[in-house]
């Protein structure tokens, strides 16, 4: 029997994959700023310059990264990752081959995704991404 109840216990408080959230990322994204991080970072980039593409049907994102700035981070490097979106209460986050980005708010046609919003708490460290359609 604790056993029974130690698997609805756990069942009880994981996190949800949504392909609801999927379909939410799901399209072409230009990285247009990046701010955070230890060092305080606030760093625009142009439009088209890093593009990053969401497939929802296979779960795979393709990042184009031609940013030669001088910026502290700029986002991921170019080539291709697996995703996914899972859900904890009313909160949204970002998966990147099986491992946690940060929270994701999808508002319009803008893409937040924050490194300081996790499933463990939250951060002070990380940066904050924005993309828009």
Avoid at 56 to 81: E, F, K, Q, R, W
Avoid at 97 to 120: H, M, P
């Amino acid at each position: 029997m604790f056993f029974w109840v130690l698997i609805l216990a756990f069942n009880g408080c994981s996190t949800d994959l949504t392909h609801e959230g999927n379909d939410k990322v799901n399209g072409t994204w230009s990285l247009i700023n990046v701010s955070g991080g230890f060092a305080g970072v606030d760093d625009d980039f142009e439009k088209g310059k890093i593009v990053w593409k969401f497939n929802a049907a296979d779960g795979s994102l393709t990042v184009t990264n031609n940013d030669a700035s001088s910026a502290i981070y700029n986002g991921l490097p170019s080539g291709t990752y697996t995703y996914s979106i899972i859900k904890e209460k009313d909160q949204y986050y970002l998966l990147l081959n099986d491992k946690e980005i940060g929270g994701v708010d999808v508002a319009k046609s803008q893409l937040i995704i924050d490194q300081n919003i996790t499933t463990s708490g939250s951060g002070a460290d990380g940066f904050v991404l924005v993309l828009i359609k």
